[in-house]
């Protein structure tokens, strides 16, 4: 690993969206985006829904291209040189069907509306949350080539 780099792995529920070398990463927290690059201080933070951007590094600790992942919650765990990213889902902007998110905020806000119990509530604020996500990747990738 060079001077440079740390370690990142991004971990969704069902899959491993990532494990090696970064100079980079910015993710989506409760307290806002948070960038992180080599020898970051330790922190444990939440992860909100919103778009998490990284940038791999080769052997030599070179940039690699820009990546993106949707994610939903979770947490980040900084230490010793690595961050671990842990999160329900995360999705490449590329594969979300718009039309498909719109649909779900639709559907998010309707719950929200008739919700009766604060998990119905909860529940519903959740996958608006994704929802939303799912949308502004796609309009920011359409916009600007993510």
């Known amino acids: 690993m060079a001077d440079n780099t740390f370690r990142l792995q991004i971990?969704?529920?069902?899959?491993?969206?990532?494990?090696?070398?970064?100079?980079s990463a910015v993710i989506p927290t409760t307290e806002g985006q948070v960038g992180i690059m080599a020898h970051h201080s330790n922190i444990i933070m939440a992860v909100v829904p919103g778009i998490?951007?990284?940038v791999p590094a080769d052997e030599d600790g070179r940039a690699l291209e820009r990546h993106y992942a949707v994610v939903a919650n979770?947490?980040?765990k900084v230490e010793n040189?690595?961050?671990?990213v842990l999160v329900d889902t995360?999705?490449?902007p590329e594969a979300v069907d718009?039309?498909?998110a719109e649909r779900?905020?639709?559907r998010a806000r309707e719950e929200?509306?008739?919700?009766?119990?604060?998990?119905?509530h909860a529940m519903a604020e959740a996958e608006l949350s994704r929802a939303l996500s799912r949308i502004k990747a796609t309009r920011t990738r359409r916009n600007h080539k993510i």
């Open 104 to 106: 779900a905020e639709a």
């Open 11 to 23: 971990m969704a529920s069902d899959h491993v969206v990532y494990d090696g070398d970064a100079l």
């Open 90 to 92: 995360a999705e490449d």
């Open 74 to 76: 979770g947490l980040i």
């Open 81 to 84: 040189n690595e961050l671990m």
């Open 52 to 54: 998490l951007e990284y």
């Open 98 to 100: 718009e039309a498909r």
């Open 112 to 120: 929200l509306k008739h919700s009766d119990t604060m998990r119905e």
